[in-house]
């Protein structure tokens, strides 16, 4: 693939080297993919972002992640088990570790954090989760209507207190009743993202979406809307809330917010970044 056109019309080329892809859109953005292997071991071990910001990866002779470095320098490491390839350490770069424990099925049992704290669950007959306990000791329990259920129909937690919920046959969550009694319904367009929402007393909050996919107005039972812009980039631009103040974030041409509008009035706020993309320490 050399050029990739999405519904809002940004469009991306592509251009192939041996070792490394360039990734320029119509905003004249580029990230520069730089990457090491052959075949399907290929890996991208360094990436340069379009704000100028490197970050890095690596890799072992399989192809598995073994470490990532940010763009401030900051190296966290991984450690795969040998046979499943599944994470069973993790580093931070301060040098504290987090265990991860699976069972034979690759499902995760339990995993201790810096602090020594576990959390550990348990699986049904059907590989389904049945039980979660949490480093503070409380357990959550999660049942299922029939044998052939991926989806809880009920969690049952620490104080005893029993929640359920119903499914569509995509998965898709349809009612919520929590432990008062209180009922939450769903409805979803044929992209499974949520229309509506009802709670009890009639109190609904319908939501609308464009054509990519992008929330764009939230409005409620007595019909008050907040509504949400973006720019070609998909990036949020503007929040416009009920009473009409704007609210909106401004891009620069790599993609990093600069300018923040308040309410009605002109006063702009500037919003410094540094090349790692966050506001630089006061």
């Known amino acids: 693939m050399t050029e990739?056109?999405?519904?809002?019309?940004?469009?991306?080329?592509?251009q192939y080297e041996k070792d490394r892809i360039t990734i320029t859109d119509s905003l004249d953005r580029r990230e520069v993919l730089h990457t090491q292997g052959e075949a399907g071991l290929k890996r991208v071990v360094k990436k340069e972002h379009a704000d100028g910001s490197v970050t890095q990866s690596q890799f072992d002779a399989v192809g598995r992640l073994r470490a990532q470095?940010?763009?401030?320098?900051?190296?966290?490491?991984?450690?795969?088990?040998?046979?499943?390839?599944?994470?069973?350490?993790i580093t931070t770069p301060d040098g504290r570790a987090s265990a991860f424990y699976y069972n034979h099925h690759s499902q995760l049992t339990s995993a201790t954090g810096p602090d020594g704290l576990e959390m550990r669950r348990?699986?049904?007959?059907?590989?389904?989760?049945?039980q979660e306990t949490a480093p503070d000791g409380d357990i959550t329990r999660y049942r299922y209507d029939n044998p052939h259920s991926d989806l809880p129909?009920?969690?049952?937690?620490?104080?005893?207190?029993?929640k359920t919920m119903t499914w569509s046959r995509y998965g898709q969550l349809l009612t919520f009743t929590d432990c008062s009694g209180y009922v939450t319904r769903y409805?979803?367009?044929?992209?499974?993202?949520?229309t509506a929402v009802h709670r009890e007393e009639g109190l609904s909050q319908y939501h609308a979406y464009d054509s990519r996919g992008q929330l764009t107005a939230v409005k409620d039972t007595?019909?008050?809307?907040t509504r949400y812009e973006y720019n070609a980039a998909g990036d949020l631009t503007t929040v416009i809330a009920p009473d009409g103040s704007r609210n909106g974030?401004?891009?620069?041409?790599?993609?990093?917010?600069h300018l923040y509008h308040a309410g009605r009035s002109?006063?702009?706020?500037?919003?410094?970044?540094?090349?790692?993309?966050?506001?630089?320490d006061q």
């Not at 007595?222 to 809307?225: A, F, L």
């Open 4 to 14: 990739q056109l999405n519904p809002a019309g940004l469009s991306y080329t592509y």
């Open 69 to 89: 470095t940010d763009a401030a320098g900051r190296t966290t490491e991984y450690s795969p088990d040998v046979v499943t390839g599944l994470i069973t350490r």
């Open 122 to 130: 348990k699986y049904d007959e059907y590989g389904r989760l049945i």
């Open 153 to 162: 129909c009920a969690t049952d937690d620490a104080t005893g207190s029993r």
């Open 187 to 194: 409805d979803h367009d044929r992209f499974g993202q949520v």
């Open 222 to 225: 007595q019909g008050h809307e």
């Open 249 to 257: 974030t401004q891009y620069d041409a790599v993609g990093k917010s």
């Open 266 to 280: 002109d006063a702009q706020y500037g919003i410094r970044c540094c090349r790692t993309g966050h506001p630089p």
